[in-house]
């Protein structure tokens, strides 16, 4: 026989029904919670590695995941909170704008983290996109952060250590750094052929020589004598393409002329 389920009201006539499970899964973020503010005065200056800090981090997140950080006050939890302050300083601020966009609190492994969907417009001037992860094997805590294509990853260290601990990152906000460096490579890029056209042009030029000469190689190596046609056909088409880039090169030189012609034909003389 199924277990009875608990109804709780609201105000207004709202009822909703928990089942048990989802009332002990309440239950046991009631007491992470209650966990964290009972320590949190003990273990705020404890290092990367520290097992105590380590059991306290992982009683608040590892039952929040799958919920949404704002709905659970993922970033007021102390232990969270104090953290978070310490590694971002005066950024504090416009980054928890940022990750509290997110829609969900993720795990991969012993990587628990949050990112972002989005950046409100009063704080893009400093960041586009951000996420929060948390190692369970390191007790490490990093940040992401991504302005205008360009990533940085600030994370907390051993201030004994030797060489500083590289962080982990998920494949998700792994994922995300690289979209951002493409897309800015591709806008650089973009932005480059505008302003100087000609030297995008003999770019492509030498580019579209390189492959051809390539090509024919591989072609005459791995075909040998008997495709010699095929060859020479080859070359044919490569010398045919380095013609036509030629000409737009030509083109661009007579556009060009043309529009200086023009514009000192239009001035005016100021003693007239």
């Known amino acids: 026989m199924a277990e009875p389920a608990l109804a709780i009201g609201r105000p207004f006539g709202h009822i909703h029904i928990f089942s048990e499970e989802h009332?002990?899964?309440?239950?046991?973020?009631?007491?992470?919670?209650?966990?964290?503010?009972?320590?949190?005065?003990c273990v705020s200056s404890l290092l990367i590695g520290n097992q105590l800090q380590r059991q306290l981090m992982g009683a608040a997140l590892k039952p929040l995941v799958g919920f949404d950080p704002n709905e659970v006050d993922l970033f007021e939890i102390p232990v969270v909170k104090n953290r978070m302050t310490a590694l971002l300083g005066e950024h504090y601020e416009p980054t928890m704008a940022v990750l509290k966009t997110a829609q969900s609190i993720q795990q991969e492994g012993a990587l628990y983290y949050v990112l972002s969907r989005h950046a409100p417009s009063e704080v893009r001037q400093y960041t586009d996109q951000a996420a929060m992860i948390w190692n369970a094997d390191t007790n490490q805590m990093a940040v992401m952060l991504i302005q205008d294509g360009m990533p940085e990853v600030l994370s907390e260290q051993v201030a004994s250590a030797k060489e500083a601990l590289t962080p982990t990152l998920p494949t998700e906000v792994q994922q995300r750094i690289d979209q951002a460096v493409a897309i800015k490579k591709a806008f650089d890029t973009g932005t480059q052929a505008l302003l100087?056209?000609?030297?995008?042009?003999?770019?492509?030029?030498e580019s579209a020589v390189e492959s051809a000469v390539e090509k024919t190689v591989e072609s005459a190596v791995s075909q040998g004598s008997a495709q010699a046609k095929a060859v020479v056909a080859e070359n044919t088409a490569a010398?045919?393409?380095?013609?036509?880039?030629?000409?737009?090169?030509?083109?661009?030189?007579?556009?060009?002329?043309?529009?200086?012609?023009?514009?000192e034909q239009t001035k005016i003389d100021p003693s007239k």
């Open 23 to 41: 009332f002990m899964r309440i239950t046991k973020l009631l007491l992470s919670a209650a966990l964290c503010l009972c320590l949190v005065g």
């Open 196 to 205: 100087n056209p000609e030297q995008a042009l003999q770019g492509a030029l």
């Open 239 to 263: 010398q045919d393409l380095i013609n036509k880039v030629q000409a737009g090169q030509t083109a661009v030189e007579t556009t060009k002329k043309t529009v200086e012609d023009v514009t």
